[in-house]
Each structure stands twice: as C-alpha cells, then as structure tokens.
C-alpha cells in the first residue's frame, strides 16, 4: 500500500512538473513533438555565472539549474540568489563542503569524501536541502549534483547513493554520456553528462547534434563562464544557447524538469505494462 501510494504521489509531481511547461505530444518521447531536450546545469555557485551565463540565458529565454554547495550563497550574494530564483531558473543542491577524492591537492584536510562517513553526509545533505527549501525550492522535487561526480564516502569508498535518494528527486553525476530514455535504462540518481569546457566550440555542438540524431537527452555541466576554473569562454557558451535557439526540435528545460518527464514517463509504463501483458492473454 506504501509503495503504491508513494508511486502515485510521484508520477502525480512529475507529470504536474512537466504539463505545467508542456503539452503532450501524441507521438514521440518528448513533449511538445520535440525530438531531443538538453539541459544547461551550472555547478559551484560562483562569480562568472552571475556575470555571463545569467544575461545569456536570460537573452535566450532559457532556463538553467544551478548546483551550489555551502548555505547557498556560498560565493554569490542573497542579492544574486534572488536574481536566479526570480528569472525561473533552478538552485540545486551540491552538498555544504563540496567533499572530493583525497588526491585532489585543492581538497582541504578534512573535508575529502574519504573522510566522510554516513552520518556526517547525511548531516550535510540535510542542511543543504534545508537551504534549498528555504529560498523556494519544493522539498519533494529538489534535485542533486555529486561534488566531482564522486558518489562514494569513507576509506571504504561505500556509496552515499541511498541518502541521495532518501532527500532528493534525481542527481547528476559526471559520467560522461547522453541519456536515451526512449530506452528505458536511465538512472535518475546518476544522470550522465557532458563537461562544457572540454575541447573546443565545434566539439560541444557535435554533442548537441549527436543528442538529437538520437532523440536523447543531453545535460551540459557547466563550471565558469567567461571567467573561474574549468570555464568555457563567455563567447562559446552563448554560441551554444544560439545554436538552440535556431532548433525548433529542442526542448531546453531544468534538470528537474527533464527528471520529472522521465520519471512520469517511466512510472506510467511501469504501472500500464502489467494491464498490457494481461490484456494478450
């Protein structure tokens, strides 16, 4: 009875998330008749996506998801935090101390996913999501991004995955790769990625034009724009948004509202397949 109640409660959020942007489309896996959707995610909270990603989005009438790690102004001010909030976009969770593998010389002692253990993880996955709520965010439909895509805590290396699961809607981690739903073999907890930094302009497109030769779903992660480490030039990243903008295929959307889709499309042939099968008896 739990299981079917909660089934229920989710494929109802879901399937709200995305009618309230969409209209199904009677053919195809995307709304709308849109062949591929990608989504723009922006981790770290810092600077430079304030200063470029922020007015390019907002010239393209997109909208984005931004991870941020710490008490959510972790390096903007409540000032910028509104500014997000107010033009649509989505604030995400990224944990409070942005916990990375030991080897990383830049990672402050103490603070390494090795020194973590489930407790304290599960502490800051709390406080984070707290702070999510607190500036707007649903609790049930918040969603996740993995601090250098690392989903293992302790010397151990155990996963953290569960508590994941146990606060938030879906995560994404840094796995590269592009999601193809359509095909049913999605992990909502671990959602593969594109690095937006990586290699040159015409590489990035090639993903985009990859993601809609295979009507996937293609998440593009984000460091600095225009500025910070791991950055994409402020020129690249608004070459991007025109490229698609000039595809009327494409349906842009926030990770949770990507997630949300799947999820009701998931939920709804989990729940119709049994009557399907019956059916042919």
């Given at each position: 009875m739990f299981f079917k109640s909660k089934l229920n409660c989710l494929l109802f959020l879901a399937a709200s998330i995305a009618?309230?942007?969409t209209t199904v489309a009677e053919e195809g896996y995307w709304p709308d008749g849109k062949t591929y959707c990608v989504t723009l995610t922006y981790d770290d909270g810092i600077p430079s996506q304030i200063a470029h990603a922020l007015p390019q989005l907002k010239a393209a009438k997109m909208k984005g998801t931004f991870f941020c790690p710490g008490g959510v102004t972790y390096r903007w001010s409540q000032e910028d935090?509104?500014?997000?909030?107010d033009e649509g976009h989505e604030l995400a969770g990224h944990t409070i101390n942005h916990p990375c593998a030991r080897k990383n010389d830049w990672v402050k002692p103490g603070n390494a996913s090795e020194d973590y253990d489930d407790a304290r993880m599960a502490k800051e996955l709390d406080e984070n999501l707290a702070n999510l709520i607190s500036n707007g965010v649903h609790s049930e439909l918040a969603t996740f991004a993995y601090p250098c895509g690392n989903t293992s805590i302790g010397e151990?290396?155990?996963s953290y995955v569960p508590l994941v699961k146990e606060r938030f809607f879906a995560a994404r981690g840094t796995q590269f790769g592009i999601e193809i739903p359509s095909q049913g073999d999605t992990d909502l907890?671990?959602?593969?990625?594109?690095a937006g930094h990586e290699r040159d302009l015409a590489y990035q497109l090639d993903q985009v034009t990859n993601a809609r030769e295979k009507q996937g779903w293609l998440v593009i992660m984000f460091h600095g724009v225009g500025g910070d480490h791991l950055a994409i030039s402020a020129d690249d990243h608004k070459e991007i948004l025109r490229f698609l903008q000039n595809d009327d295929s494409v349906w842009v959307t926030t990770f949770q509202e990507a997630a949300a889709w799947v999820k009701s499309k998931s939920i709804t042939t989990e729940t119709t397949a049994p009557a399907a099968a019956n059916s042919g008896e």
């Open positions: 009618a309230s942007t935090l509104d500014q997000i909030r151990d290396k155990h907890f671990e959602v593969k990625t594109v």
